[in-house]
C-alpha cells in the first residue's frame, strides 16, 4: 500500500471547491503525479501543474 502523503491546507481548500463527484479523481492523479516525482506533500503549486498536463493532454 502506498504511504499518505500530505496535504497543504490550501491545496486541500481548492479540491474541496471542486464538485463532489470529481473530487476523488483529482486527489488520485496529484497523489500519482506526486509519487512519480518523489513528492512529499501536495501543494497548490503540484495541483497546477496536474492541472497544465491535463489541460494540454487535451488540446
Known amino acids: 500500500m502506498a504511504v499518505k502523503l500530505e496535504w497543504d491546507e490550501a491545496a486541500t481548500k481548492r479540491v474541496e471547491a471542486a464538485p ?16 512519480a516525482q518523489g513528492i512529499q506533500k501536495v501543494t497548490e503549486s503540484l495541483l497546477d501543474q496536474v492541472k497544465k498536463k491535463q489541460m494540454d493532454s487535451q488540446s
Open 20 to 35: 463532489f463527484f470529481v473530487r476523488k479523481l483529482i486527489r488520485h492523479k496529484v497523489e500519482k503525479a506526486a509519487r
